[in-house]
């Protein structure tokens, strides 16, 4: 799990929910969450310009999503990712060489019409390097 500090606003956080910590058949016990989000989720990852990369593993059950890295110092774009349904692991690397806090945005890409909303989940087996 990323191990630096990480604060959430009321609609994302750590989550042991079997719904999200079961993938392809391992149980990684506990996970991030932005659940059920229909609008958008705010978190901040606080990688203090110890590291060069983010890696994270990440997924989406329900709707597409869309999860930005933003330096918030700069408000400069580290990356953008776009996850679709039903596909499997999105693995992807951000340069976050220099920053101090990354902000994490999720955007729901759906209209709220199915009632779903998307579930993003950043696998514990995302780390920085």
Not at 46 to 57: A, G, M, N, R
Not at 102 to 109: A, D, P, Q
Request: zero cysteines.
């Amino acid at each position: 799990m990323i191990k630096e500090k990480a604060l959430f606003n009321k609609d994302m956080g750590y989550s042991q929910n079997p719904a999200y910590v079961n993938f392809n058949g391992v149980n990684y016990k506990e996970a991030i969450v932005a659940p059920k989000v229909y609008g958008l989720a705010v978190a901040t990852f606080y990688p203090y310009k110890k590291y060069q990369t983010l890696v994270v593993d990440i997924f989406t059950l329900g709707n597409k999503a869309e999860i930005q890295f933003v330096n918030n110092a700069t408000k400069e774009e580290l990356k953008t990712i776009i996850l679709e349904p039903g596909t499997k692991l999105t693995s992807s690397e951000i340069n976050v060489a220099g920053v101090s806090e990354i902000g994490v945005v999720v955007f729901s890409l759906e209209s709220n019409t199915n009632k779903k909303g998307a579930d993003v989940v950043i696998l514990p087996t995302s780390y920085y390097k």
